[in-house]
């Protein structure tokens, strides 16, 4: 065994068991040991207890270790916060949701609209066949991040929502999607981090310019395009659960020629801004309103439901109920009054 070998075995007895002395160090040094083995024989000396103290840190350096903790850490309001997390930028991803996403294979109609009207004498749909009172309804809606400040309490997002009503149920007629509406929308959001000591505390600030259509040409064709401010309010410890209210007020971007206004009393029925309060706890309750309409949302985990069946069942998805009442649930129905309830399955908004 050469030199070097038995050095480096000294080394590793003494810093487990710290049996070297000075001396013993210094010999190594002397016979050009192993600079790893000559440093782990000092430290050896010291003993492992034996840390110089910290110096007390002055302001300046308690600053830099609380904002560096806080850039490793998640903002401790935004986790507990609803409309916080689902507008953090960096808790969002690419893509994530924005409003309910659901799936109802029943949603059954008071009064279906058989002959969509408009003032517009182009877009007066003529009587073709009574529609089934009972359709299909889903709902598809996500938004992603196109650009965010460094301390993600701007940012600006890309939305979509797609809404459609299908005659699922008339096979007569081949099934026809009755209506779709396409809603892209370009939001600059304003998140509001300082803690707020009211009940109902301010967190959310969003400016929009939204497009609706359907997608159709005349005399079908509905569309109106929007600009619109909507504030965000939360009270996290409601009744164990938190409590969301979001006022939201629209103008209509008009059309310059009156020929290819698909709608032009659309803010007669639909108004100049909507009102939706939401409640979050083991389910999900929320109820939208209008000048002309109400609908109500109710959501359960589908999961709890599954339980009294079989423990090992799980699911991901919510039992969604939903109930609307008044004009526009779609834009070919602007004009048109119905009462419509549904039952199906959602994603949960937020967990």
């Known amino acids: 065994m050469n030199r070097y070998a038995i050095w480096l075995i000294l080394a590793f007895w ?13 010999k190594m040094e ?31 350096e308690q600053n ?18 609803m409309l916080l997390s689902t507008w953090d930028p ?9 409003r309910q996403n659901y799936f109802l294979p029943i949603a059954n109609s008071s009064n279906p609209n058989n002959a969509p009207t408009s003032p517009n004498p182009n877009n007066r749909v003529p009587y073709s066949y009574p529609l089934d009172n009972t ?16 301390s993600n309490d701007w940012a600006m997002w890309f939305g979509y929502t797609q809404q459609s009503f299908w005659q699922f149920w008339d096979a007569s007629h081949s099934r026809p999607f009755r209506e779709s509406n396409y809603q892209p929308e370009l939001i600059l959001s304003k998140r509001f981090m300082d803690p707020v000591t009211s ?15 359907n997608g159709q040409s005349d005399p079908r064709s509905r569309s109106w395009n929007r600009l619109y401010v909507q504030t965000g309010f939360e009270n996290d410890d409601f009744q164990g659960g938190t409590l969301v209210l979001l006022p939201r ?40 309103a209008r000048i002309r309409s109400l609908q109500l949302d109710y959501s359960y985990p ?24 008044g004009y526009g649930e779609s834009l070919i129905d602007y004009n048109h009054r119905q009462s419509v309830w549904g039952v199906g399955v959602s994603l949960p908004v937020w967990k």
């Open 249 to 288: 007020l629209w103008t209509r971007i008009q059309v310059s020629n009156p020929s290819q206004n698909d709608n032009p009393d659309i803010t007669h029925y639909l108004g100049y801004g909507d009102v939706q309060l939401l409640y979050f706890n083991r389910y999900e309750l929320s109820a939208t």
């Open 14 to 26: 003494a810093g487990s068991a710290q049996a070297l002395n000075f001396r013993d160090c210094l």
């Open 90 to 98: 960096e808790q969002s991803g690419a893509i994530s949701m924005y």
């Open 30 to 60: 002397q016979d050009n040991a192993p600079l790893a083995a000559q440093r782990d024989c000092y430290k050896s000396l010291a003993g492992p207890e034996a840390n110089p103290p910290k110096t007390p840190e002055t302001p300046a």
């Open 135 to 150: 359709e299909a309804k889903f709902q598809i809606s996500f938004k992603s991040r196109l650009w965010a400040q460094d």
């Open 302 to 325: 589908l999961e709890e439901i599954l339980k009294y069946f079989s423990p090992d069942w799980r699911s991901d998805f919510d039992l969604h109920l939903q109930y609307f009442t």
């Open 199 to 213: 009940a109902f505390s301010p967190k959310l600030l969003n400016i929009a310019i939204d497009h609706q259509s």
């Open 64 to 81: 830099a270790s609380a904002t560096e903790i806080s850039e490793k850490s998640a903002n401790p309001l935004a986790e507990k916060s």
